[in-house]
């Protein structure tokens, strides 16, 4: 079985939210920890966490300074936390990566298993809820650098998924809910 890594991206300053999100806290356990534990459990290794705003207090969460990826143009949007994330997971043995965002406590590690299931290095899978994609995506070692060389903004991958023929859709809409956390209100309670 291929080794699949997991990435966090997590730089975000959470403008709308009132702060950065990977410190925001439910039943107990930051944002940032409940992520990495999903992708832990899910048998993601290694596991890197992108940082950006309140970098040295969210890495002061992280497990091991191994862990922590900073991205330097962290404002300029997701794409730079992409970049920096594929470009860190180089180094590793990973043939593929699940891309995960730090703000959706409604994904669980078995929804990240089966987005994941069977990925190997020319894997292009996104979870969809209800048949509407979201995250995790799941990224094959054989795109990171074309996916690299056109993250800008805060799209990310978007554009590079848009009407992909080997995008493989995977329903998790019975697992999770998918819905990211962008105002405190919409807190799960």
Known sequence: MAEVAGLLLAAGAGRRFGGPKALAVLDGEPFVIRALRVLADAGCAPVRVVLGASAEEVRRLLPGPEVAVLAEDWESGMG????????????????????????????????????????????????????????????????????????????????????????????CGDLGTGHDVDRRENLPG
């Open 80 to 171: 730079a936390s992409l970049r920096a994330g594929l470009n860190a997971l180089e180094k590793s043995g990973a043939e593929a990566a699940v891309v995960h965002l730090v703000d959706l406590p409604g994904v669980g590690a078995d929804v990240v298993r089966r987005v994941a299931a069977g990925a190997d290095g020319n894997t292009v899978a996104r979870a969809t809820y209800d048949g509407v994609p979201g995250h995790p995506v799941v990224l094959g070692r054989r795109w990171w650098p074309e996916i690299v060389a056109g993250a800008s903004g805060d799209k990310g991958a978007r554009d590079w998924l848009k009407g992909r023929p080997d995008l493989r859709l995977v329903e």
